[in-house]
């Protein structure tokens, strides 16, 4: 059969290709973004809790409304906008499956979609099946002076023309670790002022940012919102990321056009752990304290790495940062990264994954991404190998 692909460059996703390498070469996994520990054990009782009084069956398409209204209130109390529970809010498998939804039910064929690059894996593939363009703005790289990456919203702005659908966001950032700030909602607000263009905002990290940061989601500004979807992952707030539960909050003629896409993807998501995570959300404090959590452990991977022959740099938000090894070597990203997994025991990402050409002298910065969303102990152990490199 003369069978073509719909995705003829994609393969396995360079999260399953690290992960399977460490566990091959009995490496510490510093790579994929989870933790090496377990959710809350009060949120794992809620939900054999569940499932012992009988929440096994379908829930509703838009996952359960005490779920729903949970959301709401957060993102109420958090960032200023009520999203109805009803209407504007949809529990998804996962961040992933909100975004994928998300990009089939607005793109359309030949639509652009801008993203900037580095990004998150799974936008491009999404856009390709939507038989959309994708339009890549790259971020300004670190140099000495300014070691964090850095977005030039003009740039992004001269990206956008008639046809383009969507613009893709994604901070707290994956890879980079930076956040917005406001003069960035500024610069985004002039931009969807000018040209009415539709906000995908992954906001997967929006419960980890440092240094008494605040999350600046988007759904702080109305201007903003009213164009945008919003979307967080349970995963990331909870340890819990194979349960693969999330959301999407936009307004509501957007939130029935994903419903659309939603409830023949999934139809809906696992029940229990819904039931649970609606009685779970009651207290804050599990994601109040969590930048708190994490600061710590990011402090603890960025010293013991300050102390070798890496040089890390200080991430302003997500479980991840970078560490620039041109100390070491002058390996392409995806080589050091295998090297340092088959022979020192440590695995990482390279950065040059979340690039478009991942093999390209450009995208080559000689950057490594480590995940410290690890007990201490796994922190440790790894320093010490990475002492050794
Ligand atoms: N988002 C996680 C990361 O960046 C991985 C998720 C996945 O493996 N698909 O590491």
Known sequence: MNFQSKLPDVGTTIFTVMSQLAVDHNAINLGQGFPDFNPDEALLDLVTLAMKEGHNQ??????????????SSKVENL??????AATEITVTSGASEALM??????????????????????????????????????????????PQYQVDWQEVRKAITPKTRMLILNFPHNPT??????????????IVNETGILLLSDEVYEHIVFDGQIHQSLSRREALANNAIVISSFGKTYNATGWKIGYCCAPKWMSSEIRKVHQFMVFTVTSPMQVALAHYMQDPEPYLNLSAFYQQKRDRLFEGLASTRFSPVKSEGTFFLLADYSAISDMPEAEFAKWMTTTHGVGLIPVSAFYRQPTAVESNHRLARFCFAKRDSTLDAAIEKLSRV
């Open 79 to 84: 960032y200023g906008r009520r999203y109805d």
């Open 101 to 146: 939804a998300s990009i089939l039910a607005f793109v359309h064929q030949g639509d652009e979609v801008v993203i900037i690059e580095p990004f998150y894996d799974l936008y491009i593939p999404a856009i390709q099946l939507a038989g959309g363009r994708p339009i890549i703005v790259p971020m300004l790289p670190p140099t000495k002076q300014t």
């Open 58 to 71: 379908y829930p509703p398409m838009a996952g359960i409304l005490a779920l729903r209204e949970a959301i």
């Open 177 to 190: 670790g930076i956040n917005l700030k406001t003069e960035d909602l500024d610069a985004l607000e002039s």
